[in-house]
């Protein structure tokens, strides 16, 4: 093609698709600008009162707009909304959500017009309701912020959908229904954090296929039940389901583990000799439980372990005194809880920037807070003399148990026996010899037929 024709055609290229771009960019700032008025203005907002394209402006920590080929891809504001109520009724409250005009589906329906949008962080900006299920025409979002809001209720089941998904946060929030069972189907989701909510009932199984996970955030909540095995989510590096309502014994973890954080739950059992295993762990709380059995030696000695929190269990015994510390290591809490014996070297001072509290136990230290050593060994009698009643009252239950049903069986049979008897008599002639192959005596028979009719006459008189 000769240079003039190929000038030509570029010109005309320019002339037509320019209206076009900016016809478009003008429509997501108009966008915008519809989303501003529904956040009620907010003051974070105001570099956009002057400006025709919003995409130019510089970032700050506040507000971010991102834009690609004319697209918003990224939209963060950040607002002041920070204090929150111990409750939520579900309606608005002045001063610190939205106006009672304030629609959440209506904000949802503005926002999916900017369908190109991959980044969404919304973050105390008092709006409230529950999260529509539209969310989920947001088909690109890779990350998902609401946290600091009041939504409540369910969490959407058509988030399942968001497949680009990759950052899932709703923290400090008011949902307050269960964990959803639907994140194995977030094949590319790396961090789950819920915390802070009102969630309840149990941990479903399949957040244990959720192989792509990074770090899970569950922390404040009223989750019960059992603790699901995470051996399978090789990538984990961050669990954290402290305060909570877990009352199930610890399963194995993850080997990538870096922070364990369970304080605060309901968790019996004994502490898995594999935890001594995870040589990525830094931090590991399981205080406040129901923790028993001698803690294992080898997770003080975890080369990567600095914070080691046990305190208010029930472990008992006695440490070795040739236990050995990390060199990371430089918090240990094991207090309130029924040790005793001698204390090991490497956790018998505070020197070398390490922190170690121990009161409350019946260890041979120079402490004013230690309990006698009977203490612990009269606890720790009861604690059996309570599992030996224990066993022995289900023993009972169960022996009463059986001892009913074949009561009940055996007069069934009597009944049955009895019902046929008398069948027999009014069809067939009476035999004048009784010649049974069986081996049984016919007195013997008669006996038994006897016996039944009378249990037979006595269960129909009760």
């Known amino acids: 093609m000769p240079r003039f024709l190929r000038t030509l055609v570029l010109i005309l290229s320019c002339v037509w698709l320019t209206p076009i771009t900016e016809q478009y960019t003008s429509s997501q700032t108009q966008v915008l600008q519809q989303l501003r008025k529904q956040l009620e203005f907010p003051k974070q ?12 402006l510089p970032s700050t920590p506040l507000l971010t707009v991102i834009c690609e080929g004319n697209s918003v891809t990224e939209l963060k504001i950040v607002g002041d909304k920070l204090v929150k109520p111990d409750t939520f009724n579900g309606y608005s409250i002045w001063g610190k959500t939205l106006s009672p005009a304030f629609s959440s589906d209506s ?34 979002l890779e990350v998902l912020d609401l946290s600091s809001n009041f939504f409540y209720g369910t969490i959407p089941p058509k988030i399942s959908s968001m497949t680009m998904l990759q950052t899932l946060t709703l923290d400090g929030n008011f ?21 802070h909510n009102r969630l309840k009932g149990p941990l479903p199984l399949s957040i244990g296929r959720v192989h792509s996970l990074i770090e899970i955030s569950l922390s404040y909540n009223s989750i019960s ?44 059992g004994e502490i898995p000799g594999q935890f001594g295993e995870l040589s990525q762990l830094q931090h590991l709380d399981l205080s406040y439980n129901l923790l028993q059995g001698t803690p294992p030696t080898s997770v ?24 050995t510390c990390s060199s990371q290591l430089g918090f240990v809490d094991i207090s309130a809880n029924m040790l005793v014996g001698r204390l090991p070297s490497c956790l018998s001072s505070n020197s070398n920037n390490k922190v170690v509290k121990l009161d409350g136990n019946c260890l041979t230290v120079d402490s004013l807070h230690q309990h006698e050593a009977s203490y612990c060994q009269t606890h720790s009698k009861k ?34 026996k009895q019902e046929g008897t008398v069948s027999e008599q009014g069809l067939l002639p009476k035999p004048a010899l009784d010649n049974s192959a069986s081996g049984l005596s016919s007195e013997l028979l008669t006996n038994a037929s006897k016996y039944c009719i009378f249990v037979n006459i006595s269960s129909q008189i009760d």
């Open 45 to 56: 907002l105001s570099p956009w009162n002057n400006t025709e394209n919003i995409c130019y």
């Open 107 to 140: 904000f949802f329906t503005t926002l999916s017009r900017l369908p190109s949008l991959k980044v969404v962080i919304l973050v105390s900006l008092g709006i409230w309701g529950p999260l529509p299920d539209k969310i989920h025409r947001l088909s690109q």
């Open 175 to 195: 949902f307050n229904e269960t964990v959803p069972d639907w994140f194995d189907l977030l094949s590319n989701l790396t961090n789950l954090s819920l915390q």
């Open 225 to 268: 039940g059992e603790l699901p095995n995470l051996s399978g989510l090789v990538s984990l590096e961050v669990l954290d389901i402290g305060d909570n309502e877990l009352d199930s014994e610890l399963p194995h973890m993850p080997k990538r583990l870096v922070t364990m954080l369970l304080g605060k739950n309901k968790l019996s």
């Open 300 to 323: 003080f000695a975890l080369p990567n372990i600095s914070y080691v929190n046990l305190a208010s269990n029930k472990l008992a015994g006695s440490l070795p005194v040739s236990l």
């Open 383 to 416: 604690k059996f003399s309570k599992l030996k009643s224990l066993v022995f009252l289900v023993a009972v239950i169960g022996g009463v148990t059986i001892i009913v049903l074949l009561l009940l069986f055996f007069l069934r049979y009597c009944r049955r």
